[in-house]
């Protein structure tokens, strides 16, 4: 079973502080890596993804991924109310045949003003 | 408008009957997806097609059907409906491959089953 692992949460940070979200992946052939974000009651929409080792930075977001500890992580700077939501995490596996994308439970994030 | 719609909404069945939420997106995605979200498991696979005509199944099938007739439409049926499928059903579409996990969601359909 080829599993995402993130904290349930909630993760509570106060607004401008750094908020870090993580995930862990058991399939070391997996080879992207993506983070939705998910208001309640919404649908998830992708906001980053990343595929090489190392930091990808998007505006206030920042996608961290370390392939040999199979961990990867999504930093938010400058927190704001409007970021509070469920993080997703989301990694593609390794394999022939059926479809290969594996989501983790989810983050919440509370951002207090 | 452009983009992938589901019906209904919500919907309150009772178990046994047979129920249908459909899918339907414009901008000609290859792939097509149905999961259902549920707490304490996240988003499962139910089902999903690479192509009209093509389906195959995801980690969470049993008591659900598929078709995909043409590449638009991509329906999932629940012939006899249970309690334990009360869930809230996502479809999402992308024109990428396999290994892609740029998904594009529908605003979900909740579905009850008493």
Known sequence: ?113 | DAGITQSPRYKITETGRQVTLMCHQTWSHSYMFWYRQDLGHGLRLIYYSAAADITDKGEVPDGYVVSRSKTENFPLTLESATRSQTSVYFCASTAGGPSTGELFFGEGSRLTVL
């Open chain 1, 1 to 113: 079973q080829k599993e995402v692992e993130q904290n349930s949460g909630p993760l509570s940070v106060p607004e401008g502080a750094i908020a870090s979200l993580n995930c862990t992946y058991s399939d070391r052939g997996s080879q992207s890596f993506f983070w939705y974000r998910q208001y309640s009651g919404k649908s998830p929409e992708l906001i980053m993804f990343i595929y090489s080792n190392g930091d990808k930075e998007d505006g206030r977001f920042t996608a961290q991924l370390n392939k040999a500890s199979q961990y990867v992580s999504l930093l938010i700077r400058d927190s704001q109310p409007s970021d509070s939501a469920t993080y997703l995490c989301a990694v593609t596996t390794s394999g022939a045949g059926s479809y290969q994308l594996t989501f983790g439970k989810g983050t919440k994030l509370s951002v207090i003003p």
